[in-house]
């Protein structure tokens, strides 16, 4: 049995790279009109499209979405429950199952990855682009030290002896702040608290070095005062290591304290996209506006904040309409909103997209 966790180096069972390479997709017929805004682009995903096949028949997870991240740059990517952001984030190195149907582009350092062959995203997956999951107890292996599992990412990925690896491992336990990290190498998973056990995942995950880190809900499952040291050491790894950051979150606290841009999604589909600071202090899109409305203390002061609820349920979609999906939730809908689809334009700054035809241009109380 392998010591690694399988989320850092492999797709669950069954995984397979589905659909079609679509370099160069570019903007035509996509749902965003680029992000702007950021430096060159590490991470560049154009068009991106994921469908399931269920017994129900097909279902829209993702519909061509559009962001990029630049080096060193963290991205926020928030919005309700089932909007699509996992599906986005496993889609970016191919972890989806057989059952999902992916199109578009994703661009690691210009090189394309939907479509990718299984050995090449293998060899990108940890080395270049690495996962972090929300619950760190079903992605580390319980009957292997940490040092085991850390060593192994190094032996394989890296080729390192495994004296060499279990000295790395060592700082790499140091680097994510685990106090006496030359004993708690020889732990186990169980032996170690929640934050730990999150330190550690993050510390398999950066053991490569990789170019793009994504987290996905990294600090939902730890109480506040963990969250705090975790979002330390994810500034930390931008600071020191450079790497850029892809953060999915549903917690309004989090995104002030640690994204330069969020992208918000909404029924599968990039709604708005700004820098921090613009997004929190003038939402435009309907969407987002009431998110931060409904969440009290929310904005540029947030604490730690979950996204509140607004009326009525995301709707799970066969297939994209041709129309603006908040439609049936939205106090701003025109006639325009239920027959055209809107898509992401710049507003206001160059910086600022919003997916809405009659966006928020108001003052608005967060
Ligand atoms: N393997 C799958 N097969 C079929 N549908 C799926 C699969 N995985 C996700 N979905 C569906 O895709 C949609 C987007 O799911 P996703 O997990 O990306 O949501 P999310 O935004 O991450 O939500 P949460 O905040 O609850 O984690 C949902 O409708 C979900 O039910
Ligand atoms: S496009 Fe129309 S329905 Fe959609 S968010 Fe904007 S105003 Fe509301
Ligand atoms: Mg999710």
């Known amino acids: 049995m392998s ?50 096949r269920t017994e129900d028949g097909p279902l829209s997870a993702v519909d061509r979405v559009d962001f990029e991240v630049a080096d060193q740059e963290v991205l926020a990517v928030v919005g309700e429950s089932g909007c699509g952001k996992s599906v986005t984030a496993m889609s970016l190195a191919g972890l989806l199952p057989r059952t999902a149907s992916v199109d578009g582009s994703v661009r690691l350092d210009g090189r394309e990855l939907v479509g990718a062959d299984k050995k090449t995203l293998r060899s990108i997956r940890g080395r270049e682009i690495a996962y972090i999951f929300q619950e760190p107890m079903t992605s580390l292996n319980p009957v292997f030290t940490v040092g085991n599992q850390i060593g192994e990412v190094l032996r394989i990925h890296n080729g390192l002896s495994r004296s060499t ?18 004993r708690r190498i020889d732990d186990y998973p169980h032996q170690l608290s929640g934050g730990m056990r999150q330190r550690v995942m993050i510390a398999m995950a950066v053991a490569c070095d990789p170019k793009v880190l994504i987290a996905d809900e990294p ?17 930390g790894l931008r600071e020191r290591l450079g790497t850029s950051i892809v953060l999915i ?37 309907p969407y987002t506006a009431g998110l931060l409305a409904a969440s009290p203390s929310a904005g540029r002061h947030a604490g730690t904040h979950r996204l509140n609820e607004i009326p009525g349920l995301v709707p799970v979609l066969a297939e994209q309409p ?15 909103c239920t027959t055209e689809q809107p898509l992401l334009t710049a507003e206001g700054t160059p910086n600022h997209h919003v997916a809405c035809w009659n966006p928020v241009r108001e003052p608005v109380e967060v």
């Open 165 to 182: 690896a279990r000295k790395r491992s060592v700082e790499l336990l140091k680097l994510v702040g685990i106090p006496s990290a030359e």
């Open 219 to 235: 600090t939902t499952a730890l109480d506040v005062t963990i969250q705090a040291g975790i979002l330390d050491v994810l500034r």
């Open 3 to 52: 010591a690694i966790s399988k989320v850092n180096t492999e797709p669950p069972a069954g995984t397979g790279q589905v659909g079609s390479t679509a370099a160069g997709t570019g903007q035509a017929g996509s749902n965003a009109a680029g992000t702007g805004g950021v430096g060159v682009p590490v991470l560049e995903v154009r068009g991106l499209t994921v469908t399931f």
């Open 249 to 285: 979150t549903h917690d309004l606290g989090v995104v002030a304290d640690l994204a330069d841009r969020v992208a918000v999604m909404y029924a599968g589909r990039v709604v708005e996209t700004a820098n921090v600071n613009e997004l929190f202090a003038q939402p435009k899109h």
């Open 322 to 336: 041709n129309a603006c999906t908040f439609a049936d939730r939205c106090s701003r809908a025109r006639d325009t």
